[in-house]
């Protein structure tokens, strides 16, 4: 059975107990959580464990030792840009040897990371970023869905609790306001105020929709 993004994303909202998501570009506020925590969610899970589609091997490029290393190793290497976790270095690819991992912050795009150590042709063994979901094996695909559901359970709950229709927070409004108004005029909050409510609190969600889906539409043409 091919293991999709979407199929990890339901599972994840079916360990929350909220409803499923047909589409990754829905607007719904469960695929918007799914959208925002999915890639934290899976490099977190890569590091993890070293799972098997994932392991990596790349002989690595040499950039000049930076300063106050010199003592411990004689090379620094550039890391992969897919790697996640690093696990052994080999030197001529046979023997382990130490390493450490640092930040070069004399670097002119900032503080790029390399690996120092004593390995004069270093191989890399590490776990890479694999963003493909039909490599995902069943357990990684169980393991990342209930990390997405811890992630976005908080937030989740929260965005359920705004004061907008089809929402709980909606309701909870209404009841607010409602009672408010009954303590100030002895009366009941009249219907058609609570439709009016309504309508104002479905055009504001409407006018959301319309600016994410028009944000993810101009993302896709620039």
Request: glycine fraction near 6%.
């Amino acid at each position: 059975m091919t293991i999709s993004q979407i199929s990890i994303w339901n599972r994840a909202l079916g360990f929350l107990g909220t409803r499923s998501v047909a589409s990754e570009r829905e607007n719904t506020p469960e695929a918007l959580q799914c959208r925002l925590y999915w890639d934290s969610a899976r490099r977190q899970v890569l590091r993890d464990f070293p799972w098997n589609f994932a392991q990596c091997r790349a002989w690595l490029a040499r950039l000049p030792l930076p300063e106050g290393f010199e003592r411990e190793f004689r090379f620094a290497y550039a890391l992969p840009d897919d790697c996640l976790k690093v696990h052994e270095v080999r030197h001529e690819g046979i023997a382990p040897r130490p390493f450490s991992l640092a930040q070069n912050t004399a670097d002119a795009a900032g503080s790029a990371s390399f690996l120092a150590t004593d390995a004069a042709r270093a191989l890399l063994l590490y776990t890479g970023d694999v963003r493909n979901s039909r490599l995902f094996d069943d357990l990684f695909a169980h393991m990342l869905a209930r990390k997405l559901a811890a992630l976005i359970a908080v937030n989740l709950a929260i965005m359920n609790l705004l004061p907008l229709p089809a929402l709980d927070g909606g309701r909870i409004f209404l009841l607010i306001v409602g009672e408010v108004w009954r303590l100030l005029s002895g009366r009941r909050l009249d219907p058609k105020y609570e439709a009016w409510i309504h309508g104002a609190g479905f055009a504001l969600l409407l006018l959301l929709m319309v600016v994410v889906t028009f944000s993810d539409i101009w993302k896709l043409v620039t």
